[in-house]
């Protein structure tokens, strides 16, 4: 059983920057996609960033191409992310997930996620 742990989260001003942190426990010797996801109020959950598990292959959603970079240390078994130029409409809780996976393929879809962090909350104020 895969364990997710989130840090990093917090309130900061429009413009600045924060880095997120997801520390995994219990993988064994699997390979696994993994990223973050993120869900405001009264909204869907969306995808942010995602990074195989060799670390070839990242994926954004389109409002955060440009300002978020995603990274993976798997000798740490940990993955991060890197907010900069944040907007109010970047505040929602943040999600790490992980899932097996083959190679370097990378589900783009939350329903294929097997396991999941707390979340962590990251709010903008403008």
């Known amino acids: 059983q895969v364990q997710l742990v989130e840090a990093g989260g917090g309130t900061v001003q429009a413009g600045g920057s924060l880095r997120l942190s997801c520390a995994a426990s219990?993988?064994?010797?699997?390979?696994?996609?993994m990223g973050w996801f993120r869900q405001a109020p009264g909204k869907e959950r969306e995808l942010v960033a995602l990074?195989?598990?060799?670390?070839?292959?990242?994926y954004y959603g389109d409002s955060v191409k440009g300002r978020f970079t995603i990274s993976r240390d798997n000798d740490k078994n940990t993955v991060h992310l890197q907010m900069d130029s944040l907007k109010p409409e970047d505040t929602a809780v943040y999600y790490c997930?992980?899932?097996?996976?083959?190679?370097?393929?990378?589900?783009?879809?939350?329903?294929?996620?097997?396991?999941w962090g707390q979340g962590t909350q990251v709010t903008v104020s403008s």
């Open positions: 997930a992980a899932t097996p996976t083959w190679g370097e393929v990378v589900p783009a879809s939350p329903q294929s996620y097997d396991y």
């Open positions: 219990g993988g064994g010797s699997s390979s696994y996609a």
């Open positions: 990074t195989s598990w060799g670390g070839s292959k990242t």
